[in-house]
């Protein structure tokens, strides 16, 4: 008679956490995949299948320790299932390595490590990836990342230290200036058709399956998709912009006519001149954090 209103209060607790904890799990993700975009997509999959659990378990684990198992599991599993430019098997071992306590150098590699491009993480093998974002853009300890890989603290130095290495020889070979990117007509015209309010336009390039999704919102398809632009004619100081996310083209999205920078992205997926997928990031703005960010000229 008691289970109910615990495992009500259980499932209060996990979505206070995952409002508090999801800008953290998707720098974990995005980088582990090397995609702002994947990162999102392990995050949502995360959430739907921690929430989905967690009445099934025995005893109420420690949330933040279990969603990012959960989130690194997800991850794996993507990446799985496409080419990696380098992978190993998570299990595989290196030569163990001991590390001083952070002195003013290891400072700076982490800064490095935090500074560096999403997409570059991707060209670390997969334990010296997740124990290098772990430690220096998250700030984990040695102890939590080594239950998290199941590895002994020993190896995850060892991962630790090779990854940094590797990671500082990738930023050496990189260019310092973003790539110069062309826009494609079709992203020009849906911004285009935006700023000037024209809804029917926009209407008209929907396909009959067109999926809307939004972050914390459930996923709408066919004519109910609609809506979305019914919603954003409220607020008549957006514009939109072309622009690239960490190599991939979107729609930057200004809240304010004033705006400097954008506050979100949108990203459209187009077949045969019409619009398949609309994803729109206005409540999951935290996908630009540590991306490079591409504006057109002007915008």
């Given at each position: 008679?008691?289970?109910?209103?615990?495992?009500?209060?259980?499932?209060?607790?996990?979505?206070?956490?995952?409002?508090?904890?999801?800008?953290?799990?998707?720098?974990?993700?995005?980088?582990?995949?090397?995609?702002?975009?994947?990162?999102?997509?392990?995050?949502?999959?995360?959430?739907?299948?921690?929430?989905?659990?967690?009445?099934?378990?025995?005893?109420?684990?420690?949330?933040?320790?279990?969603?990012?198992?959960?989130?690194?599991?997800?991850?794996?599993?993507?990446?799985?299932?496409?080419?990696?430019?380098?992978?190993?098997?998570?299990?595989?071992?290196?030569?163990?390595?001991?590390?001083?306590?952070?002195?003013?150098?290891?400072?700076?590699?982490?800064?490095?490590?935090?500074?560096?491009?999403?997409?570059?993480?991707?060209?670390?093998?997969?334990?010296?990836?997740?124990?290098?974002?772990?430690?220096?853009?998250?700030g984990h300890s040695l102890d939590d990342i080594a239950g998290l890989l199941d590895l002994s603290i020993d190896a995850v130095k060892?991962?630790?230290?090779?990854?940094?290495?590797?990671?500082?020889?990738?930023?050496?070979?990189?260019?310092?200036?973003?790539?110069?990117?062309?826009?494609?007509?079709?992203?020009?015209?849906?911004?285009?058709?935006?700023?000037?309010?024209?809804?029917?336009?926009?209407?008209?390039?929907?396909?009959?399956?067109?999926?809307?999704?939004?972050?914390?919102?459930?996923?709408?398809?066919?004519?109910?998709?609609?809506?979305?632009?019914?919603?954003?004619?409220?607020?008549?100081?957006?514009?939109?912009?072309?622009?690239?996310?960490?190599?991939?083209?979107?729609?930057?999205?200004?809240?304010?006519?004033?705006?400097?920078?954008?506050?979100?992205?949108?990203?459209?997926?187009?077949?045969?001149?019409?619009?398949?997928?609309?994803?729109?990031?206005?409540?999951?703005?935290?996908?630009?954090?540590?991306?490079?960010?591409?504006?057109?000229?002007?915008?």
């Amino acid at each position: 008679m008691n289970q109910e209103p615990t495992a009500q209060a259980d499932q209060d607790e996990l979505l206070a956490l995952i409002g508090e904890l999801r800008p953290e799990l998707h720098r974990y993700c995005a980088r582990l995949t090397g995609s702002v975009f994947d990162g999102e997509d392990v995050v949502q999959d995360t959430l739907a299948t921690a929430s989905q659990m967690l009445g099934t378990l025995n005893a109420k684990p420690a949330l933040r320790a279990w969603l990012f198992r959960i989130a690194h599991n997800r991850a794996l599993d993507l990446m799985r299932g496409r080419t990696l430019r380098a992978a190993e098997p998570l299990e595989a071992a290196f030569d163990m390595a001991d590390l001083d306590e952070p002195d003013p150098l290891e400072q700076l590699i982490r800064q490095e490590a935090i500074a560096t491009a999403i997409s570059r993480f991707v060209e670390l093998p997969t334990p010296q990836r997740s124990a290098v974002i772990l430690k220096d853009v998250l700030g984990h300890s040695l102890d939590d990342i080594a239950g998290l890989l199941d590895l002994s603290i020993d190896a995850v130095k060892g991962h630790l230290a090779r990854g940094r290495t590797r990671l500082r020889e990738i930023n050496s070979r990189a260019s310092a200036s973003p790539v110069k990117r062309a826009y494609s007509a079709a992203n020009r015209l849906y911004a285009d058709l935006f700023n000037r309010r024209d809804w029917d336009g926009l209407r008209a390039l929907l396909a009959d399956d067109v999926r809307l999704n939004q972050a914390t919102h459930p996923v709408r398809t066919g004519a109910s998709a609609g809506m979305f632009f019914t919603i954003y004619s409220q607020t008549p100081e957006i514009r939109l912009a072309p622009a690239w996310l960490d190599g991939e083209e979107v729609i930057a999205v200004y809240e304010q006519g004033s705006e400097s920078a954008p506050h979100h992205v949108m990203r459209i997926d187009w077949r045969d001149g019409r619009i398949a997928i609309i994803r729109d990031f206005r409540y999951a703005a935290y996908v630009m954090d540590g991306a490079e960010l591409v504006l057109e000229q002007g915008a």
